[in-house]
């Protein structure tokens, strides 16, 4: 019980000191994800907050390898989602059919969804893809239909995560640890 108070105290203050907020309805800095993400310093020493609200998010969101300690913050894995719906199909590798992508070490995410609708008639699809090292993923939903998390390289750690997928739920190369996390099987 200690523990999920404190995971609540530090988002509440991460959410309070965000260096940049991002909401649907252009009430914070930016609309857009990929746009605040441009903003961030590269390799920076400092840790980079961006916030984004409640909504849903159409966009494919690649976070570069020069872009380090940065924090995506959000309000729920229910409320806050990140989709697209890229494939393989679209002449495009697997490896580059992410919603997101990220490669910039020392990367976390906390409290939102990444989500591709493809479908299974598209072909392989990586919903979320992670390359950084000391990347953290907490109380974060992914869902796709085959391949749904790559874990491509270096450390990571998942807790807490909802992973819904239909094939091949996890692929990948990472030394990634999954503490408290549910894999399900998604019909269809």
Known sequence: ??????????????????????????????????????????QSQKRFVIYIKTSIYVEIVVIGNMKSNLTLIADGQDSTIITCNLSSSNSKRTFNTATLASNGDGFIRVDMCFRNTTGPAKGLVVTLRVSGDMSIIYRCCVEGYQDALYPHKNRQCYRECFLMDNVDFICGNAAAVFQFCQIVHMDG
């Open 1 to 42: 019980m200690r523990i999920e108070f404190l995971m609540f105290l530090i988002n509440q203050t991460l959410k309070k000191i965000a260096d940049v907020l991002v909401a649907k309805d252009r009430t914070g800095n930016y609309n857009i994800v990929n746009v605040a993400i441009a903003v961030t310093l590269q």
